[in-house]
């Protein structure tokens, strides 16, 4: 099961980034291809059913199963950059973090009114940032069609907070 798999390519680093968390490295499933591709198939399996015009992919991690699934899709991949990394003409988002802000952009020509935006990153830890792109995806005329994730952070409730947005949550491996 894909579960599993996922589980047992992720590697734990303590203390990271700060002392106490215990960081979900995704970065040895990038050195398995073959899991690289069953991560895509069953994301596109699992979204099926799923209405996506556009794949949106969150900075940075966000980037690498997010273009692949838009690919396995045929449909365009939008990235959702840290403020000053997109040359043209953006629209900016500003959230809270757990200490400050974070502000998030996007090109104002990336989401076409009325498509339909499947939002990807590769963990949903509190879903602050999913959900400043959520609003940034509305604010361009965008429909939130759903998200994935490869890992979910269960204990920190950030389904719970994207749940009202849109119920249509893809999480392949649960902590």
């Known amino acids: 099961m894909i579960t599993q798999q996922i589980k047992a390519a992720i590697r734990d680093i303590p203390d990271f980034p700060k002392p106490g968390i215990i960081f979900k490295d995704i ?18 399996m699992k979204l099926a059913d799923t209405k996506i015009d556009v794949v949106a992919g969150v900075e940075s991690r966000g ?14 991949f939008v990235p959702v950059r ?10 900016q988002k500003v959230y ?22 499947l939002i990807h990153d590769d963990l949903l830890a509190t879903g ?27 204990f920190l409730g950030g389904k719970e907070k994207i749940t009202p947005i849109n119920d249509n949550i893809v999480v392949l491996a649960e902590y």
Request: hydrophobic letters at 45%; glycine letters at 12%; charged letters at 15%.
């Open 128 to 154: 602050g940032t999913v959900t400043a792109a959520s609003e940034l995806i509305h604010e361009l005329g965008g429909i939130v069609s759903g998200f994935s994730f490869v890992v979910g952070l269960g």
């Open 82 to 91: 840290k403020a000053g990394k997109l040359p043209h003409t953006v629209k």
């Open 27 to 44: 970065t040895p499933i990038l050195k398995d291809p073959a899991l690289c591709e069953r991560i895509v198939d069953v994301f596109a």
């Open 96 to 117: 809270e973090l757990e200490y400050g802000t974070a502000t998030i952009e996007m090109h104002v020509d990336a989401i076409q009114p009325g498509q339909h935006v």
């Open 63 to 76: 980037f690498l199963f997010g273009l692949m699934l838009a690919i396995r899709l045929g449909v365009p």
